[in-house]
């Protein structure tokens, strides 16, 4: 599986490439309007839309090898070594002791917490700090 895992690796970094090379060699709506009077590629290699067909052809099938390794990657991820079972990544994790939010050992669930001690001043108005005027 390793040697699959770095195929995809490689194919799926060259296509990425390749798609952002074809992507940057295309031209945008706004050129066809140069193209019309003379400036555009009516010269080159393809003719005056050949090469707009070709670069958008090729991206789409360089997209679509990118694709297909990315779920190859997936696929590859996904089936692990064996020693990952199926399950969450948070099913190994446990809890410190400790922990905030836990509660005590002793604690009863749905009890009043206890009453702080306090001085006179917390006693007399109910709220801790508040000093009676």
Same mark, same amino acid.
């Given at each position: 599986?390793?040697?699959?895992?770095?195929?995809?690796?490689?194919?799926?970094?060259?296509?990425?490439?390749?798609?952002?090379?074809?992507?940057?060699?295309?031209?945008?709506? @706004?050129?066809?309007?140069?193209?019309?009077? !003379?400036? !555009?590629?009516? *010269?080159?290699?393809? @003719?005056? $839309? @050949?090469?707009? &067909?070709?670069?958008?052809?090729?991206?789409?099938?360089?997209?679509?090898?990118?694709?297909?390794?990315?779920?190859?990657?997936?696929?590859?991820? &996904?089936?692990?070594? !064996?020693?990952? !079972? +199926? *399950?969450?990544?948070?099913?190994?994790? $446990?809890? +410190?002791?400790?922990?905030? *939010?836990?509660?005590?050992?002793?604690?009863? +669930?749905?009890?009043? /917490?206890?009453? /702080?001690?306090? &001085?006179?001043? $917390?006693?007399?108005? @109910?709220? /801790?700090?508040?000093? +009676?005027?």
């Amino acid at each position: 599986m390793q040697i699959l895992a770095t195929i995809a690796v490689v194919v799926q970094v060259l296509s990425a490439i390749g798609v952002i090379v074809l992507v940057l060699l295309q031209h945008g709506k @706004g050129a066809d309007m140069g193209a019309a009077f !003379g400036s !555009g590629s009516s *010269g080159s290699l393809f @003719g005056a $839309t @050949g090469s707009a &067909n070709f670069l958008s052809r090729m991206t789409a099938v360089l997209a679509t090898v990118f694709f297909a390794s990315t779920l190859a990657l997936a696929f590859v991820a &996904n089936s692990g070594s !064996g020693s990952r !079972g +199926p *399950g969450s990544v948070m099913d190994a994790v $446990t809890a +410190p002791a400790g922990a905030p *939010g836990a509660p005590a050992a002793g604690a009863v +669930p749905g009890a009043a /917490p206890a009453a /702080p001690a306090g &001085n006179d001043a $917390t006693q007399k108005s @109910g709220v /801790p700090g508040d000093i +009676p005027k």
